[in-house]
């Protein structure tokens, strides 16, 4: 089975700008949907944004303008440009492959380790 690996996070200033990458150790060409997630804390893992082959995108709500997800299938690799931080943005960020679109439970790899993005009132 493959991997994933992201990274891209840190701390930043509300208002500011972060761009994860997620590197897949296998072609994503074959896969439909990639899609980003996050863990905040004390909550549960949430569906974040997700893409298709076709290059469709969808967002959930509080990200909408904000995020944007994007895919390079010559380099394997995922990206999520996210402007305009906002301290509720704060969580773990993992990329997944999902069988279905959206979908947390239903993924094709095991989950990675995440990058950590902290955003500072």
């Known amino acids: 089975q493959g991997q994933l690996v992201e990274s891209g996070g840190g701390l930043v200033q509300a208002g500011g700008s972060v761009r994860l990458s997620c590197a897949v150790t296998?072609?994503?060409?074959?896969?439909?949907?990639l899609a980003w997630y996050r863990r905040i804390p004390g909550k549960e893992r949430e569906f974040v944004a997700g893409?298709?082959?076709?290059?469709?995108?969808n967002y959930k709500d509080s990200v909408k303008g904000r995020f944007t997800i994007s895919r390079d299938n010559a380099k394997n690799t995922v990206y999520l440009q996210m402007n305009n931080l906002k301290p509720e943005d704060t969580a773990v960020y993992y990329c997944?492959?999902?069988?279905?679109?959206?979908?947390?439970?239903?993924?094709?790899?095991?989950w990675g380790q995440g990058t950590q993005v902290t955003v500072s009132p």
């Open positions: 997944n492959i999902p069988r279905v679109p959206y979908s947390i439970g239903d993924v094709y790899f095991v």
């Open positions: 296998r072609s994503i060409n074959r896969f439909k949907h």
């Open positions: 893409i298709t082959s076709d290059d469709v995108t």
